[in-house]
């Protein structure tokens, strides 16, 4: 295994006083004890008691991976939970739980009283249509409150939701429809992106030709002109508007499953990820209470689709289980310029925010003297997941925000992020992610399962189960236990690679695959990537690695520069910096300067498909998710040009 140096030597930065939260040092201090005293189960069973149940649970966890069973006896209700019992207090109940903007200004609000009598007629609705405790119901929506209520309808009548991301296209809808046999659908006449109408209903109606389960789509008018309704088709507004008010909340049992959310993972057939009732809802608690630190006065701004498991964690579950005041966006961050993040925090007085790593570099482009302008005067935190944060971005975020950068790391299968510093506690270090925060435990051991040095890349293995963590792959149970259990028996495989640092601070390196061999050596491209973000000029970079003949492997980065700097001076000078931040053996193949590069709504860059630009000088792979098809003409412009 090769020593990496060159992220991990920085030191960890003490937090500044300013930055500190004595209440989150000191209810971190109590989880801790809890977990001294009775191990990882005597931690969730603190959390537990946190929540209301309908059947107290018996024992916190029993069992082990691939065997797991949490809150053994419990009944409870997520909506009940999350929604019921602040709308019911008198001084909670009016208070804004959802505030929503439009890319095209419209603004909404929802206070919890609201939300709860919303919910409950939706899930009257979903009943009157005939669904049942366990049926699956489809939400196929962009970032609207509607995508809150649908998702607390189906948990108060114990429904299984699944959340289809928004843009996805008519194939890619019917596949997953086919997989999880849902039997009604929550869509909307279209979704606001980049200026443009994103036709939602229509890709499903192109779909449902294949999913004879399907026998009703409820349909949302955002656009205030939506088309003639189809045959099972019947407006959002007109089912609540014939619904109930009062819905009680059905009794579900703690590992009943909650929620299915599909994950293509690197084989071709999707996987339907499946998540627990008690253990989803109390996880997601954890996370946003650690990651985010609720204060009263917060208003949380969750900049991520709905469709990506970190929405339902930080906001739709987690955040309403704090009763926190939620922002919801629905458009692109940087439209109509780069931003439109700030500008649109400051207008609702956003205090904390998470953003994919991308996102940052976004608006790093616009300009420290922008960005610190636009600055909005209330902001106490950047939190970031979803892909690598390099250095670089995490101290410039740092630096011009005046805010602490919380990064952390999870999966979907995981439920919920597992490491990261502490928000208002832990020291930082540009770009790590922290350490396992309560509940949780990990290693880094070599492809035999030995664990390996400090310093030392290898594979990231969970070793210790949690609630939070997927129960099964929906319909396939053996397909769960030999993806992530079978490599290295008795703990989890992330497939990702890490390393640990002196500090004791796990740096995620990416996914296996997105390590390269150069000429027999192994290195990350995050690594890479990181050297090439460090050149001043460069406002994002992304690193693929292509064949070659003479290194096995070569790297190439596509480069988005900062207003002024010349194309030509930033390909010598991102091959310079790369070379001496790696070494020689590291040397890029080539720079290709782009206008942009292609990414998924939620901020990802979609690597695969520069790879493919790369190689082949033109892209014939799936697009499905690909957010702005322009950049996509930028990169290969770039690579044919070069």
């Avoid at 957010?627 to 690579?639: G, M, Q, T, W």
Wanted: aromatic share 8%; hydrophobic share 45%; glycine share 10%.
């Amino acid at each position: 295994m090769e020593t990496i140096t060159a992220l991990t030597s920085a030191p960890l930065q003490p937090l500044p006083e300013r930055w500190r939260v004595p209440s989150q040092a000191a209810l971190l201090a109590e989880a801790r004890a809890a977990e001294h005293a009775g191990g990882p189960a005597g931690y969730w069973d603190w959390a537990g008691r946190r929540f209301a149940w309908m059947t107290p649970y018996e024992t916190a966890m029993e069992g082990g991976f691939g065997d797991l069973r949490c809150y053994v006896g419990g009944r409870m209700n997520v909506a009940a939970n999350c929604i019921d019992r602040y709308a019911a207090d008198a001084a909670h109940g009016g208070r804004r739980a959802v505030i929503w903007e439009g890319e095209d200004g419209d603004v909404r609000t929802l206070t919890y009283r609201e939300l709860h009598d919303a919910v409950a007629r939706c899930a009257n609705g979903l009943r009157a249509l005939g669904v049942t405790r366990g049926d699956v119901v489809a939400i196929h929506l962009p970032n609207l409150p509607e995508a809150f209520i649908a998702i607390h309808a189906c948990a108060r009548i114990g429904a299984i939701y699944t959340v289809l991301f928004s843009g996805f296209a008519p194939d890619a809808i019917r596949l997953r429809l086919q997989a999880a046999r849902a039997r009604v659908i929550v869509t909307a006449d279209a979704a606001m992106r980049r200026g443009k109408r994103v036709p939602l209903l229509a890709n499903l109606r192109a779909a449902r030709a294949g999913v004879p389960a399907l026998e009703h789509a409820i349909v949302v008018n955002r656009t205030g002109d939506p088309p003639a309704p189809e045959r099972g088709e019947i407006a959002w507004d007109r089912l609540l508007a014939d619904a109930a008010p009062d819905c009680p909340c059905e009794p579900l049992g703690a590992d009943d499953p909650a929620f299915l959310i599909f994950t293509s993972g690197t084989e071709s057939r999707p996987k339907g990820v499946v998540h627990s009732t008690a253990g989803f809802l109390i996880g997601a608690w954890a996370n946003v209470q650690w990651q985010v630190g609720p204060q009263p006065d917060d208003v949380y701004w969750c900049a991520a689709d709905v469709g990506w498991l970190t929405f339902p964690i930080q906001a739709v579950i987690g955040g309403l289980a704090h009763g926190m005041t939620l922002f919801c966006y629905e458009g692109a961050l940087d439209f109509p310029d780069r931003t439109r993040l700030l500008t649109t925090a400051r207008r609702h007085g956003v205090t904390k925010i998470l953003i994919a790593p991308t996102g940052l570099r976004m608006l790093r482009a616009a300009g420290d003297e922008v960005v610190g302008r636009e600055r909005p005067s209330g902001l106490r935190l950047i939190t970031t997941q979803g892909e690598p944060l390099d250095p670089e971005t995490a101290e410039w975020t740092e630096r011009v925000l005046d805010v602490p950068v919380v990064n952390a790391y999870g999966q979907t299968e995981t439920g919920s992020t597992w490491t990261y510093p502490v928000y208002g506690v832990d020291a930082l270090k540009y770009g790590s992610c922290g350490t396992p925060v309560p509940g949780h435990a990990c290693t880094v051991v070599d492809d035999e399962g030995r664990e390996v040095g400090a310093g030392t890349r290898g594979n990231l293995v969970l070793t210790a189960p949690f609630p939070t963590l997927a129960r099964t792959i929906w319909d396939d149970p053996e397909r769960y236990r030999t993806a992530y259990f079978a490599r290295f028996p008795g703990r989890y495989a992330t497939s990702d690679e890490a390393v640990i640092d002196d500090d004791g601070q796990i740096w995620v390196l990416g996914r296996a695959d997105d390590v390269i061999n150069i000429a027999a050596h192994r290195i990350s491209t995050m690594e890479i990537e990181g050297a090439a973000a460090a050149w001043p000029g460069v406002a994002e970079a992304a690193v693929v690695g292509v064949p070659d003949r003479l290194r096995g492997t070569m790297p190439v980065a596509f480069v988005t520069l900062r207003a002024g700097v010349d194309a030509d001076d930033a390909r010598r000078g991102v091959a310079e910096a790369v070379e001496t931040a790696i070494g020689r053996y590291a040397r890029l193949g080539a720079v290709y300067v782009t206008a942009s590069l292609p990414k998924t709504r939620a901020g990802k860059v979609m690597r695969r498909l520069l790879r493919e630009a790369a190689e082949t000088r033109g892209v014939r792979g799936d697009l499905t998710g690909l957010e702005d098809p322009s950049a996509l003409d930028a990169v290969l412009a770039a690579v044919t040009t070069a």
